[in-house]
């Protein structure tokens, strides 16, 4: 696993051109976006920094071999055939994740089986010992892809999912996966110069990320374990450098970042975030209802929100009472501003009053949701309300 690697980066729906952007900006060469994903071209060091640094990014793999396949014993040699025991020490655990896209192989659990038969058969072979297999937190994860008869076999680089970033101590209800409010940020355009207001902030996650982003500091910093630390070629001295010139690069001086709830119990949890994420001198919340917002508040004059709230029925009863009211207080309390709301309601949006000026289409989960514009001109109230 020398010089240049083939990489693929994944990530979530509607993300992969923001993700594609951070790529280059940190130097991946060769970028190509493709569905939930990102793929390109970049050395070993590339992999650290990618998994330390991409905000947008679930996992990166990292391409061992590529090539064609007859039937599943051709499989099994064309994998037996790979030097595993160079790659990491027969004590470490395994799984064999597969995926199939082919007319000819369809069962990609007997697809997976196969391959980790090869391994561990290779391993035996080898060195008289057998690699075991951990489905649920394995050391190392081996991804197989096939499409029609074309197999791409890689390493997965990062473990458990990149969103993971360590820093929530604390959850509410419907905490965003912070991979999507990373990507969301991303979307908005937000220059992080400027003010950001979540009104409906939950456990902060949209306030966390931009912190961490406007400090210049690395999506992952707070992560001790990525799988390419369990690789036989895993070089602690490189990874080292990396991450201590990472936080050189660290900004101090940040823009207003401001949370309010209605729920003054959720808001212990968003500064129990914000203190293990070591924000809680950058982010400030404070309980206010969105409904009735408080005119003694003393809010930036311009700025940006973005807003992620109740989207379901078991959540909140009233959908349309609930938008309207949010569609009054920007027209009322917010002009200058440029506000996102997130959401899977529909019905909630034609109900805003607020005419959109940009839809982007997203997933939350499984939901279809929708990250939708408004810009809140000055006197707004009059011409749209
Ligand atoms: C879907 S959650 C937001 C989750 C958040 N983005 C996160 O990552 O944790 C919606 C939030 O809106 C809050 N909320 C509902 N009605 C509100 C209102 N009228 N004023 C302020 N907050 C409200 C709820 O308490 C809840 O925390």
Redesign the pocket.
């Known amino acids: 696993m020398e010089g240049d690697l083939q990489i693929v980066i994944k990530t979530l729906a509607g993300l992969e051109p923001v993700l594609a952007r951070e790529v280059r900006q940190l130097g991946g060469r060769e970028v190509k976006t493709t569905k939930r994903a990102v793929i390109c071209e970049g050395d070993i060091g590339f992999v650290y920094k990618a998994n330390l640094w991409l905000r947008t990014a679930i996992r990166v793999l990292v391409q061992l071999d590529r090539f064609q396949i007859r039937d599943e014993e051709h499989l099994y040699r064309k994998v037996k055939g790979i030097a595993w025991e160079d790659l990491f020490e027969v004590n470490r655990t395994i799984a064999v994740d597969a995926t199939v896209f082919s007319d000819q192989f369809r069962n990609s659990l007997f697809i997976a089986q196969k391959t980790k038969d090869a391994i561990v058969d290779r391993f035996r072979d080898k060195t008289g010992k057998r690699p075991s297999v951990q489905l649920r937190t394995p050391d190392i994860a081996i991804n197989v892809h096939i499409q029609q008869r074309w197999l791409t076999i890689s390493l997965d680089a990062s473990g458990d999912s990149l969103h993971l970033r360590k820093y929530r101590q604390a959850?509410?209800?419907?905490?965003?996966n912070e991979v999507l409010?990373a990507g969301i940020l991303a979307l908005s355009n937000w220059d992080p110069q400027l003010p950001l207001i979540?009104?409906?902030?939950?456990?902060?996650?949209?306030l966390l990320e931009a912190a961490l982003r406007a400090s210049n500091v690395p999506a992952n910093v707070f992560r001790k374990d990525f799988a390419f630390m369990q690789w036989k070629n895993f070089d602690e001295e490189l990874y080292q450098l990396i991450f201590d010139k990472s936080l050189e690069k660290e900004n101090q001086s940040l823009p207003p970042l401001l949370g309010?709830?209605?729920?003054a119990k959720?808001l212990l949890k968003?500064r129990r975030n914000a203190r293990s994420a070591l924000m809680e001198d950058h982010i400030k919340f404070k309980p206010?209802?969105?409904?009735?917002w408080p005119e003694e508040l003393e809010i930036p004059p311009r700025g940006i929100i973005v807003?992620?709230?109740?989207?379901?029925i078991k959540?909140?009863a009233d959908i349309p009472v609930?938008y309207k009211?949010?569609g009054d207080t920007l027209k009322q309390h917010f002009s200058g501003y440029t506000a996102w709301i997130?959401t899977a309601s529909e019905e909630g949006l034609k109900n805003l009053g607020l005419k959109p000026s940009q839809k982007i289409k997203l997933k939350n989960g499984k939901l279809d949701s929708w990250l939708v514009r408004y810009d809140l001109y000055e006197g707004s109230r009059k011409k749209q309300g």
């Open positions: 959850v509410d209800a419907a905490p965003l409010a979540d009104p409906m902030c939950g456990s902060g996650t949209f309010f709830d209605k729920d959720v968003s206010a209802d969105f409904l009735n807003m992620n709230p109740p989207y379901d959540i909140e609930l009211g949010i997130f």
